[in-house]
């Protein structure tokens, strides 16, 4: 089976899913195109890992509809070019992981010697090589995540989704994950991303949707789900009269750190006026040590988004 490139990645209808009277996912609806990076940000139980359940067949939902790579979540001949790292990767211990590579491998109906060449590059790709002949049983959190990163990638999948992924890694892990889903992104794999990892989704998807209790909040480019004026950080070695008037000019509001006269808060309405408080804080004489944008990750979106849908 070839797959159609015009077709999206993942088309999401009205989904719902009642689990006896808890209704965990609510009406969810969402298109996600080929090549793109999609996140989907939420607490714990707002029914993140139940859509995923979903798209990847494990689950029925009680309404709506779901379609991968334009097919049914059931087809089996879809699957194949979808690769899938459930949330808490509960792996055969008893196995090596070579050994557990060459089965998944065969799930996916790979021929020897591709399943051969597949293992080895995958291995090196989640910095598992050398470790081909250990037992499961004897990995680490971290570790099992690796190998199930290893598994979902074994087939060069098309589309893969990922059910909190960085979960039980490390810093290092953390990072490793990010680069090899950045490389995947520049490969054009469509990656579907659940995590609690903001600054993760930040980076790598292009766009985040977030959910709670079920119910789809909001959804779009990271930097666009942001409806406040943009706030800069900026540090200058004296915040004179001349310069707190000259940046009063290009800004809606400045706010001065009454521990640190040099530290201001300004609030301006788009990253561009950025340069203005440059100009301003030269040609008041003064020297610019610092100028960042403050308060507006993905991290404040969510904490926000949440707070105003309690
Ligand atoms: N098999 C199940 N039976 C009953 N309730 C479930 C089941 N799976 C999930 N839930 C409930 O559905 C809600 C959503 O869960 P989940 O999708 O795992 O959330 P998330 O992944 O966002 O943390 C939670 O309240 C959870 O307890
Ligand atoms: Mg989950």
Redesign the pocket.
């Given at each position: 089976m070839t797959i159609d490139t015009d077709v999206p990645a993942l088309e999401v209808r009205g989904l719902r899913k009642v689990y006896q009277q808890l209704v965990a996912v609510d009406d969810i609806s969402f298109v996600m195109q080929r090549g793109e990076a999609f996140g989907f940000l939420g607490p714990?139980g707002a029914g993140?890992?139940t859509i995923?359940k979903i798209i990847t067949g494990l689950v029925r939902p009680t309404q709506g509809t779901a379609r991968v790579l334009g097919r049914p979540v059931s087809d089996l001949e879809m699957r194949k070019h979808v690769g899938y790292l459930p949330?808490l990767p509960n792996f055969h211990r008893w196995l090596r992981a070579q050994e557990f590579l060459a089965f998944h491998g065969r799930l996916y109906g790979m021929q020897r010697q591709t399943l051969a060449k597949r293992s080895a590059e995958v291995m090196t790709q989640v910095g598992l090589a050398g470790r081909e002949q250990q037992k499961l049983g004897t990995f680490s959190k971290g570790m099992l995540q690796r190998i199930g990163l290893a598994q979902a990638l074994l087939n060069q999948p098309d589309l893969i989704i990922l059910?909190?992924p960085v979960s039980g890694l490390d810093p290092v892990g953390q990072s490793d994950m990010r680069n090899i889903l950045l490389q995947l992104k520049a490969q054009g794999t469509s990656i579907f991303l659940?995590s609690h990892q903001l600054a993760d989704v930040e980076v790598i998807c292009d766009r985040v949707a977030i959910i709670d209790k079920g119910r789809l909040l909001k959804i779009g480019p990271p930097q666009s789900l942001f409806d406040e004026p943009l706030t800069l950080e900026v540090h200058v070695d004296c915040a004179n009269a001349e310069l707190l008037r000259r940046l009063g000019a290009v800004s809606l509001a400045v706010q001065q750190d009454e521990q640190h006269p040099g530290r201001l808060l300004i609030e301006v309405q788009h990253e561009q006026q950025a340069a203005d408080i440059a100009a301003a804080v030269h040609a008041s004489g003064a020297r610019l040590y610092l100028l960042k944008p403050h308060g507006r990750t993905l991290e404040d979106l969510f904490l926000h988004t949440l707070g105003a849908s309690h």
């Amino acid at each position: 089976m070839t797959i159609d490139t015009d077709v999206p990645a993942l088309e999401v209808r009205g989904l719902r899913k009642v689990y006896q009277q808890l209704v965990a996912v609510d009406d969810i609806s969402f298109v996600m195109q080929r090549g793109e990076a999609f996140g989907f940000l939420g607490p714990n139980g707002a029914g993140k890992s139940t859509i995923v359940k979903i798209i990847t067949g494990l689950v029925r939902p009680t309404q709506g509809t779901a379609r991968v790579l334009g097919r049914p979540v059931s087809d089996l001949e879809m699957r194949k070019h979808v690769g899938y790292l459930p949330e808490l990767p509960n792996f055969h211990r008893w196995l090596r992981a070579q050994e557990f590579l060459a089965f998944h491998g065969r799930l996916y109906g790979m021929q020897r010697q591709t399943l051969a060449k597949r293992s080895a590059e995958v291995m090196t790709q989640v910095g598992l090589a050398g470790r081909e002949q250990q037992k499961l049983g004897t990995f680490s959190k971290g570790m099992l995540q690796r190998i199930g990163l290893a598994q979902a990638l074994l087939n060069q999948p098309d589309l893969i989704i990922l059910d909190e992924p960085v979960s039980g890694l490390d810093p290092v892990g953390q990072s490793d994950m990010r680069n090899i889903l950045l490389q995947l992104k520049a490969q054009g794999t469509s990656i579907f991303l659940n995590s609690h990892q903001l600054a993760d989704v930040e980076v790598i998807c292009d766009r985040v949707a977030i959910i709670d209790k079920g119910r789809l909040l909001k959804i779009g480019p990271p930097q666009s789900l942001f409806d406040e004026p943009l706030t800069l950080e900026v540090h200058v070695d004296c915040a004179n009269a001349e310069l707190l008037r000259r940046l009063g000019a290009v800004s809606l509001a400045v706010q001065q750190d009454e521990q640190h006269p040099g530290r201001l808060l300004i609030e301006v309405q788009h990253e561009q006026q950025a340069a203005d408080i440059a100009a301003a804080v030269h040609a008041s004489g003064a020297r610019l040590y610092l100028l960042k944008p403050h308060g507006r990750t993905l991290e404040d979106l969510f904490l926000h988004t949440l707070g105003a849908s309690h």
